[in-house]
């Protein structure tokens, strides 16, 4: 059974930090692709952070400079580094773990729960 443990969230004042990790069990983890996205109520899920397999990296341009995505495969979890959090970071953060698979490119993902990460002004 696959599953995805975020977490780290909490509550942090605007500029301070957190370190959120998502830990991986079920999965060959290091041939996934891992991904932070963050939802709020009513609105769409947006990618925030992803690492692929070889270690490349791409944000999204409202986290560029200070958000850092990592992996450690020995220990099969995916982190993201927040630093100079805002109120609009506010949000609830999930894991994806996806690949692509067979010659059709079928997108095999998982989610996990999430996690909130709630920034005070």
């Known amino acids: 059974q696959v599953q995805l443990v975020e977490s780290g969230g909490g509550l942090v004042q605007a500029g301070g930090s957190l370190r959120l990790s998502c830990s991986a069990s079920?999965?060959?983890?290091?041939?996934?692709?891992m991904g932070w996205y963050r939802q709020a109520p009513g609105k769409q899920r947006e990618l925030v952070a992803a690492i692929t397999r070889g270690g490349s990296t791409n944000y999204a341009d409202s986290v560029k400079g200070r958000f850092t995505i990592s992996r450690d495969n020995a220990k099969d979890t995916v982190y993201l580094q927040m630093n100079s959090l805002q109120p609009e970071d506010t949000d609830v953060y999930y894991c994806?773990?996806?690949?692509?698979?067979?010659?059709?490119?079928?997108?095999?993902?998982?989610w996990g729960k999430g996690t909130l990460v709630t920034v005070s002004s």
């Open positions: 994806k773990a996806d690949r692509v698979v067979g010659p059709q490119s079928y997108v095999m993902d998982y």
């Open positions: 079920g999965i060959i983890f290091s041939i996934y692709t």
